[in-house]
């Protein structure tokens, strides 16, 4: 019965091990298709949830695969805490060892986070205007010029998403001493593109945090051919 049970302890010790060794194999394969594919600068840190791996590997889809890319910069506009979730991935375990360079990897779905930073949003603001976060909103404080005259300005920012990026526009303007100025909202209002994003991703939805903004976007039936 203790060699019955000694052998058993080995034996799953090992499945353990083969498990975690196949997991880290697809992990870096799936790594090296999205560093082709998108053009990331460096492969990203990616995690296949679920154990035991194998199951998953034998049946050639994955149901969540983690993909971390550190911070990015597409289109001149910087992105931090990238993250996303990749859904469904069918990448055959026996097809990737042995003929990995023509197998045709996809995910169902992904979803993913990024921060737009303060300092982001600093560069690509009006001349002359700061940007602050304000509780869960944005606001912004500068100088307008009217009648040759500079007038101290402020408002809160709303912020949506419009075609391919942001649009950060102000609720309301504040003028000091009540002076009127015809479209200060336009002369306050400006964009912050999103194009090209990882994995297709397409923006949904923006919310302010302590760091900036942070978007969060989704896309499916995404490829990873690398």
């Not at 910087?78 to 991935?89: E, I, M, S």
């Not at 307008?144 to 709303?158: D, P, W």
Request: hydrophobic share 45%; aromatic share 4%.
């Amino acid at each position: 019965m203790r060699k019955l049970a000694a052998f058993l302890i080995v034996l799953l010790v090992l499945v353990g091990v083969l498990d975690r060794v196949a997991a880290a194999g697809v992990e870096r394969e799936i790594a090296t298709r999205a560093t082709a594919e998108y053009d990331l600068a460096s492969p990203p840190e990616v995690d296949i949830k679920g154990i035991p791996f194998l199951t998953q590997a034998i049946s050639g889809r994955y149901d969540e695969v983690r993909v971390a890319t550190g911070a990015l910069e597409i289109s001149g506009i910087r992105l931090a805490g990238v993250d996303f979730t990749l859904y469904g991935v069918t990448a055959p375990l026996r097809d990737l060892v042995l003929d990995g360079g023509n197998v045709k990897v996809r995910a169902d779905r992904v979803a993913g986070t990024a921060i737009v930073s303060l300092d982001t949003l600093n560069r690509r603001a009006p001349q002359g205007f700061k940007v602050a976060v304000d509780g869960d909103a944005l606001k912004v404080d500068g100088e307008l010029t009217v009648l040759g005259r500079k007038v101290a300005a402020e408002a809160r920012m709303r912020i949506g998403v419009e075609g391919d990026g942001l649009r950060i526009a102000p609720e309301k303007v504040t003028l000091a001493g009540g002076i009127p100025v015809p479209n200060a909202e336009k002369a306050i209002s400006y964009r912050i593109p999103l194009r090209n994003l990882p994995f297709n991703l397409k923006v949904t939805g923006v919310n302010v945090v302590p760091e900036g903004l942070r978007i969060s976007g989704e896309a499916t039936d995404v490829p990873l051919q690398g």
